[in-house]
């Protein structure tokens, strides 16, 4: 139990474009999702946290207009990195919970490089 | 802020040592998990403990939570080359709905 999805693994973009990942739980109702960013051999950098229906928070630092959040059900969040750069390029990682215990289950990630 | 110091940042043995991963912190945490990651891949949770002077064992891994619960660590036995990996304690607060406070990780390398 408690798997999580992302789609797509890896994905590569021109400069400017915009690049959507998806996070969906598939076997439970997650009540809160977060985006995290990880540099190699370093650890999570978290970005934001997502609760259903409601607007993301994002930490310090991170640009909400620049990394858009949706969360439209409790089993699917979306990240999207408008106008991408090459300093955008990095291994993007969800995770979600459910209500109750503070385990986080992680997305397998998603690799992008913007070119 | 809380934070999670974790120890030692990196750790390079032959297969067969025994190793402890430290994490410590001065904030008092609602539980504790550890996780192993592989590159290229998502961290997978390997235990959750919550209980202050909790000891779980998972094969050759113990964990144990401080009595305190601000600290924890994690023995492996007999280290394998499958062992091999990035370790990550990360502490859960009180506030529901909260993301997880991570250390900044053990890398792990077991050589044969």
């Known amino acids: 139990g408690a798997v999580v999805s992302q789609h797509p693994s890896w994905v590569i973009c021109k400069s400017g474009t915009s690049v959507k990942i998806e996070c969906r739980s598939l076997d439970f109702q997650a009540t809160t999702m977060f985006w995290y960013r990880q540099f190699p051999k370093q650890s999570l950098m978290l970005m934001a946290t997502?609760?259903?229906?409601?607007?993301?928070?994002?930490e310090q630092g991170v640009e909400k207009d620049k990394f858009l959040i949706n969360h439209a059900s409790l089993t699917l969040s979306t990240l999207t990195v408008t106008s991408a750069h090459p300093e955008d390029s990095s291994f993007y990682i969800c995770?979600?919970?459910?209500?109750?215990?503070?385990?986080?289950?992680f997305g397998p990630g998603t690799r992008l490089t913007v070119t | 802020t809380q934070l999670l110091e974790q120890s030692p940042q990196f750790l390079s043995i032959q297969e067969g040592e025994n190793l402890t991963v430290y994490c410590n912190s001065s904030?008092?945490?609602?539980?504790l998990q550890w996780y192993r990651q592989e590159p290229g891949e998502g961290p997978v949770l390997l235990v959750t403990?919550?209980?202050?002077?909790e000891v779980k064992k998972l094969k050759r891994l113990t964990f144990q939570f401080g009595d305190a619960r601000k600290d924890s660590s994690l023995h492996i036995t007999a280290a394998q080359p499958g062992d091999t990996g990035l370790y990550l304690c990360?502490?859960?607060?009180?506030?529901?709905?909260?993301?997880?406070?991570f250390g900044k990780g053990t890398t792990l390398s077991v050589s044969s």
């Open positions: 997502s609760n259903e229906g409601s607007k993301a928070t994002y």
């Open positions: 995770s979600a919970r459910f209500s109750g215990p503070a385990e986080q289950y």
């Open positions: 904030s008092v945490f609602s539980s």
């Open positions: 990360a502490g859960g607060r009180f506030e529901a709905g909260t993301a997880l406070i």
């Open positions: 403990v919550v209980t202050g002077g």
